[in-house]
């Protein structure tokens, strides 16, 4: 199988998985256990873990706090700074129509808790329109949330001025780091953020462990989502899992060093592939954008064939998607392109793809024949260019 869907999941990195495995074998005690030796071991790991996780986006380790992943990271970052204000002058919330459905969903949630939920439309190209945000800020706004990186196109948000605009109005600034974090650089103290969410799967880590970055200088207060033993300042209840943050911290440490030839090598991997394709495919285009995008994103409109079919036609070889695989109950366009302009037809044929850091030359090149063959035969057949089809993401 060639995997081509690094925006949905990551694979493991080898050196991750070394340095997790004696974290489930041997060193398996419970990190709150401080009476004895294995229980130690395991906290000393969790908190050298914390510390990577925390350098990766230049945070102090005191300032991460372990959940089971970005979603949940989104969900306490919006939920619990909303509770922790409760009944104040601030019931604004203000996000964007091309964020997370976990963002989305979270702020629409708080509706029923007597707050505003604002979501700002965006331009076709996608980067958030700041005179727009500057207009919502005239009304006291609590919290703003923004994703450094699109989930679905890659772009990536101008997130500085979106946060200087934020704290000149007295707001919160949260940012969903997930696609971003180890492939950007990035620094939650220059970009000015208060509230940060990071995932382990995205960057070559475990799937189920994920962070939230809490600024301590001037203190951001939060309430937690669950009740339970106190752990993670009392933020986050529950075990803390060791391998798992293990293998998340040697993840960020990997990323560091690694990310400037990871994105070089994977823009020439880019490149590639969209000429190999376009010299199969007349017509091919890649979804308009604003501004600048993540190196391994592509989100490319097929002329002739619907992205379903031509998931179909080569899921025996090839791993592609067509949006956020968060949302994959739904039968409708992916509302990220949706809410750029892009029409239900166009939608239905667009796919997503994510090289990564194992994605190899061969990997592209047969990538792209499997999908120039799939698309051509399909053109040849009337109902998979039919207008107005509507899909399930994948």
Known sequence: MIYLDNLATTQPDPRVLAVAEPYFRVEFGNPHSAEHRLGQSAA???????????????????????????????NLAIKGAARFAGAGERRRIVTFATEHKCVLESVRDLEAENFEPVILPVPPGGL??????????RTPTLLVSVMAANNETGILQDIGAIARLARQAGALVHSDLAQAAGKIPLDVNALGLDLASISGHKI???????ALYVRRRPRVRIKPLFSGGGQ???????????????????????????????????????????????NRIAGLAETSLAGPRLAGALSLRF????????????????????????TSAEIAPSHVLTAMGVSPDQAAR?????????????????????????????????????????????
Request: proline share 5%.
């Open 44 to 74: 000393e790991a969790v908190e050298r873990a914390r510390g990577q996780v925390g350098a990766l986006i230049g945070a102090e380790p005191r300032e991460i706090v372990f959940t089971s992943g970005a979603t949940e990271a989104n």
């Open 128 to 137: 958030a329109d700041l005179l727009a945000l500057e207009a919502a800020l």
């Open 204 to 210: 070559y880590g475990p799937k189920g462990i994920g």
């Open 232 to 278: 993670e300042r009392g933020l986050r209840a529950g075990t803390i899992p060791t391998p798992l943050a293990v293998g998340f911290g040697e993840a960020c440490r990997l990323a560091g060093p690694e990310m400037q030839g990871d994105a070089a090598r994977i823009e020439q991997l880019r490149a590639r592939l969209i000429g190999r394709l376009g």
């Open 303 to 326: 002329p002739a064939a619907r992205a379903l079919d031509l998931i179909a036609a080569c899921q025996d070889r090839l791993c592609v998607s067509t949006g956020s695989a968060c």
């Open 350 to 394: 667009t796919l997503r793809l994510g090289i990564g850091r194992f994605t190899s030359p061969a990997d592209i090149d047969e990538a792209a024949d499997l999908l120039a063959d799939a698309h051509n035969h399909l053109a040849a057949t009337p109902r998979s260019g039919a207008a107005g089809t509507v899909f399930a993401e994948v």
